[in-house]
């Protein structure tokens, strides 16, 4: 069974960067496609950026579109999404997902992670 696990959340100031890690187990990591999804408080989960397997294409929505940066080390099976200029409304839980599907991960992906908590202060 596949399992994701976050990492790297925390608290950060604005204009801070933070890189939160997802290591995954129990499969092939290079057949799945990644993507990171966010939760703020009172909001419906949204989708924040991903990527298809190694050297594949990304998308990102237009919030995280020049700052945020998804990747991926197949060899470590280890997802990454890297924050740049982070601003209080970047705060949220983060999830990574992944699918086998490149429509799919962006959309409804089957596995997902546990969340892990960004805070950021002003």
């Known amino acids: 069974q596949v399992q994701l696990v976050e990492s790297g959340g925390g608290s950060a100031q604005a204009g801070d960067s933070l890189r939160l890690s997802c290591a995954f187990s129990g499969g092939t990591f290079s057949n799945y496609c990644i993507a990171w999804y966010r939760q703020a408080p009172g909001k419906e989960r949204e989708f924040v950026g991903a990527m298809a397997w190694s050297g594949g294409t990304r998308w990102y929505s237009d919030s995280a579109k020049g700052r945020f940066s998804v990747s991926r080390d197949d060899a470590k099976k280890t997802a990454y999404l890297e924050m740049n200029s982070l601003t209080p409304e970047d705060t949220a839980v983060y999830y990574c997902?992944?699918?086998?599907?490149?429509?799919?991960?962006?959309?409804?992906?089957?596995?997902w992670g546990q969340g892990t908590q960004v805070t950021v202060s002003s």
């Open positions: 997902a992944v699918d086998k599907n490149y429509v799919k991960v962006r959309q409804d992906p089957e596995y």
